[in-house]
């Protein structure tokens, strides 16, 4: 036998694997493909944070840059994290600590359009119950394509900046500055073309998905320079607002940010002038254009000028909406895009419910039903639904058995 050919004998013994079926048959096993692909590689290139960055980058967060606040405390050591491959909840992203809620929320919508809303290829399954119960290959793809698509919105479609740690630290303790372990290590990246952010984010997703990185607060930081600090105080009507509130949570300015690319205050669609022209009438920008994953708002306590929702959100282009209900976020879906399109599918219809409850142990699936109107007292209604009559006025919920714990 040839040199050439046993070593190619050698070379296919090590790529099989010799098995027996239970008839004492021999068979061949085929060694299977990762089940991720996700590796740390070396970080290359970049530019180095400035103190300057630094320092703007944790007072547009967290509204200072001199002392690390328990607040910042809350989300650093926060990562990406998917509930585990292959089971009903494999879609969604686990959400251990209530104050990163909102920001994983609105990554979470965008990580449904791309389960359910824009794969492609001949092979690819169209059963939505198979599509939920995504891969690891499939969470890792869809969350790649909702961090590009929250980036390059917010950098108006032109650009987008990655926010990605080194191992050096570049700016150090001063009267204006307390490291914080992460944001002095920052290496920044720009792209002109969301195919680069794209790939750049595949090749360094495990910066986000680290158990033990700081993959939340890179993403947020990294939209906030990909729309720009004075762009964010612009969209705020001037106000200096930190994009955390007191308590941890986002603001809800950071929440249309994230949705829709704009920091806006204001949830009506397009342009309101509150006054009048005696006392110098001022524009109030709310959503300039339709969302692709929308947004519903309920509370009684809620400023009404600030919170009434326009049909840009309520009816985005895909039927995925982020939730926020008595301040907490949740998620509603549905996996026929019809439901947006076509106003006869919403005589009847199911939408699904997450919001990482620990009192959710199995899929909460809430029927809707538009064609028999009735009357409900919101005192004594569930939250929840309060919240889905903001959309659908008068319609019916059935709960399915679930209690109603939103």
Same mark, same amino acid.
């Given at each position: $036998?040839?040199?050439?050919?046993?070593?190619?004998?050698?070379?296919?013994?090590?790529?099989?694997?010799?098995?027996?079926?239970?008839?004492?048959?021999?068979?061949?096993?085929?060694?299977?493909?990762?089940?991720?692909?996700? =590796?740390?590689?070396?970080?290359?290139?970049?530019?180095?944070?400035?103190?300057?960055?630094?320092?703007?980058?944790?007072?547009?967060?967290?509204?200072? +840059?001199?002392?690390?606040? @328990?607040?910042?405390?809350?989300?650093?050591?926060?990562?990406?994290?998917?509930?585990?491959?292959?089971? @009903?909840?494999?879609?969604?992203?686990?959400?251990? !600590?209530?104050?990163?809620?909102?920001?994983? $929320?609105?990554?979470?919508?965008?990580?449904?359009?791309?389960?359910?809303?824009?794969?492609?290829?001949?092979?690819?399954?169209?059963?939505?119950?198979?599509?939920?119960?995504?891969?690891?290959? +499939?969470?890792?793809? +869809?969350?790649?394509?909702?961090?590009?698509?929250?980036?390059?919105?917010?950098?108006?479609?032109?650009?987008?900046?990655?926010?990605?740690?080194?191992?050096?630290?570049?700016?150090?303790?001063?009267?204006?500055?307390?490291?914080?372990?992460?944001?002095?290590?920052?290496?920044?990246?720009?792209?002109?073309?969301?195919?680069?952010?794209?790939?750049?984010?595949?090749?360094?997703?495990?910066?986000?998905?680290?158990?033990?990185?700081?993959?939340?607060?890179?993403?947020?930081?990294?939209?906030?320079?990909?729309?720009?600090? +004075?762009?964010?105080?612009?969209?705020?009507?001037?106000?200096?607002?930190?994009?955390?509130?007191?308590?941890?949570?986002?603001?809800?300015?950071?929440?249309?940010?994230?949705?829709?690319?704009?920091?806006?205050?204001?949830?009506?669609?397009?342009?309101?002038?509150?006054?009048?022209?005696?006392?110098?009438? !001022?524009?109030?920008?709310?959503?300039?254009?339709?969302?692709?994953?929308?947004?519903?708002?309920?509370?009684?306590?809620?400023?009404?000028?600030?919170?009434?929702?326009?049909?840009?959100?309520?009816? @985005?282009?895909?039927?995925?909406?982020?939730?926020?209900?008595?301040? $907490?976020?949740?998620?509603?879906?549905?996996?026929?895009?019809?439901? &947006?399109?076509? /106003?006869?599918?919403?005589?009847?219809?199911?939408?699904? /419910? /997450?919001?990482?409850?620990?009192?959710?142990?199995?899929?909460?699936?809430?029927?809707?039903?538009?064609?028999?109107? &009735?009357?409900?007292?919101? /005192?004594?209604?569930?939250?929840?639904?309060?919240?889905?009559?903001?959309?659908? =006025?008068?319609?019916?919920?059935?709960?399915?058995?679930?209690?109603?714990?939103?």
């Amino acid at each position: $036998m040839s040199k050439n050919r046993q070593e190619r004998q050698t070379l296919y013994q090590k790529l099989l694997l010799l098995g027996t079926d239970k008839h004492g048959s021999e068979r061949v096993l085929y060694p299977t493909k990762p089940k991720g692909s996700v =590796q740390k590689v070396p970080i290359l290139g970049g530019t180095p944070i400035s103190a300057d960055t630094a320092e703007a980058l944790r007072k547009q967060v967290f509204g200072s +840059a001199e002392l690390r606040s @328990p607040m910042e405390s809350e989300w650093l050591g926060q990562s990406f994290c998917f509930n585990d491959a292959d089971t @009903p909840q494999s879609y969604s992203l686990k959400m251990p !600590k209530v104050t990163n809620k909102g920001l994983a $929320m609105c990554v979470q919508g965008f990580i449904l359009k791309h389960l359910l809303f824009t794969r492609r290829g001949p092979r690819v399954v169209t059963d939505p119950s198979t599509l939920l119960r995504a891969t690891t290959r +499939a969470q890792e793809e +869809a969350l790649v394509g909702a961090l590009s698509d929250i980036l390059w919105k917010a950098g108006e479609r032109q650009h987008a900046v990655l926010c990605l740690t080194q191992e050096n630290v570049y700016v150090n303790d001063s009267s204006s500055y307390q490291t914080d372990g992460c944001t002095e290590r920052i290496h920044t990246f720009e792209f002109k073309k969301q195919d680069e952010l794209t790939f750049n984010l595949k090749k360094y997703l495990f910066e986000f998905l680290a158990e033990d990185g700081n993959g939340l607060l890179l993403f947020l930081y990294s939209v906030v320079l990909s729309r720009g600090f +004075a762009k964010i105080v612009d969209d705020m009507d001037g106000e200096e607002n930190s994009l955390l509130q007191s308590n941890g949570t986002i603001h809800p300015a950071l929440a249309t940010l994230l949705l829709t690319g704009r920091a806006t205050l204001y949830l009506h669609n397009g342009i309101i002038y509150e006054g009048s022209e005696d006392t110098m009438a !001022k524009a109030r920008t709310g959503i300039v254009t339709r969302a692709e994953v929308g947004l519903l708002v309920w509370s009684r306590e809620e400023d009404s000028g600030r919170s009434s929702v326009g049909s840009r959100l309520k009816t @985005p282009s895909f039927p995925v909406w982020v939730t926020r209900c008595k301040d $907490m976020y949740g998620i509603l879906f549905n996996p026929n895009k019809e439901l &947006t399109r076509d /106003y006869h599918a919403e005589n009847r219809f199911d939408l699904h /419910y /997450y919001s990482a409850n620990p009192n959710q142990t199995t899929a909460t699936i809430i029927t809707i039903d538009t064609r028999s109107q &009735t009357t409900r007292d919101e /005192y004594h209604s569930p939250p929840l639904e309060n919240l889905i009559h903001t959309k659908w =006025q008068g319609a019916e919920v059935n709960w399915n058995g679930s209690a109603p714990y939103v």
